[in-house]
């Protein structure tokens, strides 16, 4: 699992790094990943996250990369999709905006059962998507603020295509990749986290080891 997650990263990583469309962009939607990948290694061995975290944070890492090497204006398959039904722009950057909900849904649900941020289920989903929500308030600041100091040139990193609506139809699809991600996953990472030795029941939960989940 991990040679092919390292390997299957900087494979795309090395792919996305050939002339891109443009390297200023290419430089700002490809930095995250490699954030990612430098707190991935840091705490690998004293917090090693579950298989299904791994998985998606390499997803999520992917889509960034494919951005940055076309632009999210310019995806191929996206641009397809645009001609073929008559759309008014490039979709690939709402794809983006869903996985910005959806992959980091699962990672904060993670981080509150293991270490007991949150006593119980009730409070659970909904304290989950609100971060996941906030997350995506956070990025759209980001792409601000990097559109004000940059001018012209944050354009593509921006990926408005003169869409008015753009900000908040991403943010509310990262609240739908969110919910969408806790319906799907919740039993398969509740698996994966007890085999790791960590439970969450209806009342209350509890580290039953120190172990790490596998991986």
Known sequence: MKIAWIVTFFAVLIWSGIQPHDRFTWVLEVLPALIALVVLIAT????????????????????LMVGGHYTYA???????????????????????????????????REIFIRL??????????????????????FYEFIEWWVAALTGESAEAFLGTQGYVWDTQSDMLLAGIGAS???LIFTRLHDRQLEAG??????????????????V
Not at 45 to 59: A, D, G, K
Not at 197 to 214: C, I
């Open 44 to 63: 690998y061995t004293r917090f090693r996250l579950t298989t299904l975290s791994y998985t998606l944070i390499l997803v999520h890492s992917i889509i």
């Open 197 to 214: 030795g960590y439970a969450l029941t209806r009342h209350s939960h509890s580290s039953q080891s120190s172990k790490p989940s596998p």
């Open 116 to 137: 007991k941020v949150i006593n119980g289920r009730s409070w659970l989903n909904f304290l989950v998507i609100c971060l996941c929500l906030a997350v995506s308030a």
């Open 74 to 108: 310019e995806v191929p398959l996206f641009n397809w999709l645009r001609d073929l039904f008559d759309l008014e722009r490039n979709n690939y950057d709402k794809v983006g905006h869903l996985a910005q909900g959806f992959i980091p849904a699962i990672i904060a």
């Open 180 to 182: 969408l991600a806790l």
